[in-house]
């Protein structure tokens, strides 16, 4: 599957079947991530994989209850050590980089047969409490990954004209 | 070329061909970054695409010199409305989603056979008057898009023992 195949068939898969993800496969997404650019290379991305069942199940608490954090069947807190960094644009560089080495999981996982979910909707701190993350660590985002039971609805998005400007801004 | 062999091929490409790109690829590059996922679908990313060499030129200046951002045939500035926005689990929005579409178009450039960089050192303020960019809108990150000049090196990356933990965190 290519790269735009695999973009568009992407989606936020929130209903997962009961069927664990192969090894092999998990471990592909993780060379996708491990892979990705980041500000000077610093690589401070790092990903705790939780399959354990009981594991799960506190972290759908801590995840605003939202069911589908505790049926998939991997959930991976995307999280970021050395969070102080700042590019000279004044953007700090970890939610860049981890973002960047995450999406690389989502379009590996599409070619995999896998869906995902990105999670925002989360309390940090009981995040780190349920994972024995230390304090000066960030959890950036959690991401689900298993077997998707639903098939994907039509994508609502901005035509690109809304989205793109040429030579300079103003619409 | 699928996903995998996208992100390995995928490399900061800082010498470009004077070559244009063509208008079509173009498009298929701001078509995976429309399709990304945002926090509440928010779409808050907006790409102003720069192809006029003054402008390019003086884009160098403002990102410290760097002579390969004026040398790209298009320089890409990757921005965000609605930058207040925060998700439960305390990140911004706005760098997050702005990253997962910048990287979309990263990859699917290397399909295309083109190479890109991403750019974060460079003046925001300086930016944003080049381009007549609004006080309220964030210039996330600037890219560099072009035919390379250059043939990838070997990628320098921690192995996935260091930024991998299986169900909790501890090394």
Redesign the interface.
């Known amino acids: 599957?290519?790269?735009?195949e695999?973009?568009?068939n992407?989606f936020?898969v929130r209903s997962y079947l009961q069927k664990s993800v192969e090894p092999e496969r998990l471990?592909?997404l993780?060379?996708?991530?491990?892979?990705?650019?980041s500000?000077r290379?610093l690589?401070e991305?790092?990903?705790?994989?939780?399959?354990?069942e009981g594991?799960r199940e506190r972290l759908m608490h801590a995840a605003?209850e939202q069911r589908f954090v505790g049926e998939a069947p991997v959930v991976i807190a995307a999280?970021a050590e050395d969070v102080e960094h700042v590019?000279?644009?004044?953007?700090?560089?970890h939610?860049?980089?981890?973002?960047?080495a995450l999406?690389?999981i989502?379009?590996?996982a599409?070619?995999e047969g896998l869906g995902t979910c990105?999670i925002?909707?989360?309390?940090?701190a009981q995040?780190k409490e349920i994972?024995?993350?230390?304090d000066e660590?960030?959890?950036?985002?959690?991401m689900t990954v298993g077997y998707p039971a639903v098939a994907p609805g039509p994508?609502?998005?901005?035509?690109?004209n809304e989205?793109?400007?040429?030579?300079?801004?103003?619409k």
């Open positions: 599957m290519n790269v735009m695999s973009v568009q992407r936020s471990q592909r993780l060379e996708a991530a491990r892979l990705a650019p500000a290379n690589q991305w790092r990903f705790v994989v939780v399959t354990n594991t605003q999280c590019m000279p644009c004044g953007q700090l560089s939610p860049i980089d981890v973002a960047i999406e690389h989502a379009l590996q599409v070619d990105w925002g909707a989360f309390d940090e995040v994972l024995g993350i230390p660590v960030r959890v950036v985002q959690l994508k609502t998005r901005k035509p690109l989205i793109v400007m040429y030579e300079r801004w103003g």
